[in-house]
């Protein structure tokens, strides 16, 4: 059997499991919000054309409003300054967008702190344990933050001093833009940075370093737990807005069950 026929058939037995690591697009769907001085993004919206009415007999269908990055999305090279002149989400190879994932479950630690940072050094030791990262794939790094995601304000997580959610160092995302083999990298979070990276050294080190890499973001990813450490295969696809910085995405993973 080819290769593809091997894989329909073992989807077919459920020996390929279908994981959806997306979450339900609604005008409940959380929302970063930034300080006051900056624009902010809209939260999704149906807009109702007909639905089986005057205004279309025999027809139901909407109109939509969304921000690129709203819900579970896509980070393009250029949504960041450092990669202004890289991809638009338009621009990324199809190719790009079906690689293998790796899974580090740091979930016990950011429910001890929230503000949990993930380090080169905890990578390094995942690595011991599972191999290296994948080259050309995804690093996706669990924090529990998917058990949130139904409200804003759990998932923002937010007092007088900011958001408090888990995210990366500004050593480790470095790290992972110009050292590690990964072309992107996905969170459960409202964003790939920490809810406090505002006050870091630079500010939002993750947009930063990767996007001024060239490499991509995945961000509110939901269903991680039931994904391997390694051997998932992913696959998001983001709409291919022209010139777009962004954009909502399904995004699905392959995984075997033995
Ligand atoms: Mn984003």
Partial sequence: MSILATLADALSRGAVEVV??????????????????????????????????????????NDFRTGEHTGTHFDAPNHWVTGRDGEDVASVPAARLVAPAVVLDFSAQAAAD??????????????????????????????????????????????????????????????????????????????????AAHSFDPPFPCHAALMGSGKY??????NLAQLPPTGALLVAGPLPIVGGSGSPSRVLALVERG
């Fill in 20 to 61: 959806d690591l997306t979450a339900p697009l609604s005008a409940e769907t959380p929302v970063i919000q930034l300080p006051p001085q900056f624009a902010q993004t809209g939260t999704f919206r149906l807009e109702e054309l007909s639905r089986y009415d005057d205004r279309g007999p025999a027809w139901y269908w």
């Fill in 114 to 195: 929230p503000d949990f940072l993930l380090e080169v050094e905890h990578v390094r030791e995942w690595e011991s344990a599972h191999g290296p990262l994948p080259a050309g794939g995804w690093l996706l790094y669990r924090t529990g933050w998917d058990a949130r995601a139904d409200s804003q304000e759990r998932f923002l997580n937010a007092d007088d001093t900011g958001p408090h959610t888990p995210g990366i160092s500004p050593s480790c995302a470095r790290w992972l833009a110009e050292e590690a083999p990964v072309t992107g990298l996905g969170v459960e979070t409202v964003g790939t940075d920490a809810g």
């Fill in 217 to 222: 973001g995945l961000t509110q990813l939901q």
